[in-house]
């Protein structure tokens, strides 16, 4: 794991979303607004605790989750800040290149 | 894009790089669109920034933009006229914003029917960022530990 330092969070975070379990502990976790446990979230899913345990520490790894000790359990919660730098990079970066692509078009076309 | 090799389905568990595509076509020939890169006044007028771009392999290229952001590139490949490809950073800490340091581009023009189709692709470099650390380590580290509590 310690080559993956040097790759972007984004990359963690497109990485944690591609498969369809964590998306769904994503979603589970985001429906509850105070945050919940391990095994609470493993209930309305179709998976194991153990196995939400890990879903949630790649969650973790990405910046998407977060977790916090409250007296002898651990509750998580959801931190969209990751997802929002994403969206925010896609839609800056590929606006810029609409913008661009659309002058060169009338650029060229007005000859 | 497009076809994957067998090296990269057999490497599934490297993470996806962060990238936009865009496409426009436009009524001219793959020369004339090469043309508006390679000149630097054309390439200034529809870049919207003081702009140059030397289309050889390890050519370098500067782009300074109205707001006073300043990018400096490199060409790593060059196929004239159908495709180059260049990485580009901002300098002097100018990144703003979900902006990453690094950035790879790749421009390929193909003859249509009636003129070309410019395809843009842009890739975040995979190198560790301001923009990009959030959450820090020592943060990742106590929520991994909590999580496999």
Same mark, same amino acid.
């Given at each position: ?16 979303? !591609?498969?369809?379990?964590? @998306? ?12 919940? #446990? ?8 179709? /998976?194991?605790? &153990? ?22 359990? /651990? ?12 969206? %925010? ?14 002058? *060169? ?7 | ?7 990269? /389905? ?14 426009? &076509? ?10 508006? *890169? ?12 003081? !702009? ?29 006229? @159908? ?11 100018? %990144? ?15 003859? #249509? ?10 890739? %975040?470099?995979? *190198?560790?960022?301001?923009?990009? #650390? ?5 943060? @990742? ?9």
């Amino acid at each position: 794991m310690s080559d993956r330092v040097r790759t972007t969070s984004a990359d963690a975070v497109f990485q944690a979303l !591609a498969d369809p379990t964590r @998306r769904a502990v994503l979603g589970e976790l985001a429906g509850r607004a105070a945050g919940t #446990t391990a095994s609470e979230l493993a209930r309305p899913l179709p /998976v194991s605790r &153990q196995a939400v345990v890990k879903h949630l520490q790649v969650l973790a790894d990405a910046g998407l989750v977060e977790a916090e000790r409250a007296g002898r359990e /651990v509750r998580f919660h959801v931190q969209p800040e990751p997802l929002h730098d994403a969206v %925010a990079w896609i839609a800056d970066v590929g606006g810029r290149w609409d913008r661009r692509l659309q002058r *060169l078009k009338a650029q060229l076309e007005r000859r | 894009m497009g076809l994957h090799t067998v090296e990269e /389905v057999e490497e599934a568990d490297m993470p996806e790089p962060l990238v936009t595509t865009r496409e426009v &076509q436009i009524a001219a020939a793959p020369a004339e669109v090469w043309d508006a *890169l390679a000149d630097p006044d054309a390439l200034s007028a529809w870049f919207d920034a003081e !702009a140059r771009l030397d289309l050889r392999p390890a050519g370098t290229g500067r782009f300074v933009t109205e707001d006073g952001e300043t990018r400096l590139a490199v060409v790593e490949e060059v196929d004239a006229p @159908r495709h180059v490809v260049f990485t580009w950073w901002p300098v002097g800490g100018a %990144a703003r914003g979900p902006d990453p340091d690094h950035s790879r581009v790749t421009i390929d023009i193909e003859p #249509t029917e009636d003129g070309s189709r410019v395809r843009v692709t842009e890739e %975040a470099v995979a *190198l560790a960022t301001r923009a990009y #650390t959030r959450p820090t380590h020592a943060r @990742r580290a106590r929520a991994r530990a909590l999580a496999s509590r």
